[in-house]
């Protein structure tokens, strides 16, 4: 069956979330450079112009649930794009692209957790949820992507 996401295993589900989000920037006519090595939180960069570019940390899911970043590897920043894909059995993925400066003003979608005196480190998230997915609309990929990208950007 097509679109069969609960098949594959979560390691196979992040690496077809991380080609799905390249081949899109590709499309979008903008320079993809991987990272080596992701212990930055980084899994790739993009490309505009040779002084516009953008760290890029693919985050997929198969369940409406919470997504985190950890602020030691996520630190707020104009150049920092989330891509989000959203995997549900029977569908094609929905993706989003979300600044990270979306975090500078939580709210209920988007939190920001310092867990002072906890265990548990420092970190921005999603709260997703079938009552909440509404509120990601403005970030679906191609219209997010114009808005970052500008008009030349976009898809013919």
Known sequence: ??????????????????????????LLGLDVYSAEVDDRGIDFVVRQEPDRYWDVQVKSVRKLN???????????????????????????????LIPA?????????????????????PEYGLNLSRKRLPDLE???FEHA????????ASRD
């Not at 069956?1 to 590709?26: C, N, V």
């Not at 992507?145 to 030349?152: K, V």
């Open 66 to 96: 919470y997504v985190f970043f950890r602020k030691d590897v996520f630190r707020i920043r104009s150049n920092l794009l989330v891509a989000l894909t959203l995997f549900e059995d029977g569908l094609a993925p929905h993706q989003y």
């Open 1 to 26: 069956m097509q679109h069969d996401w609960s098949r594959l295993s979560h390691l196979q589900i992040g690496r077809y979330a991380e080609y799905f989000t390249k081949m899109q920037f590709t």
């Open 138 to 140: 403005s970030f679906r």
């Open 101 to 121: 400066s979306r975090w500078a003003e939580p709210d209920g979608l988007f939190v920001d957790r310092d867990y002072e005196g906890a265990v548990s480190k």
């Open 145 to 152: 992507a114009a808005n970052i990208f500008g008009a030349g």
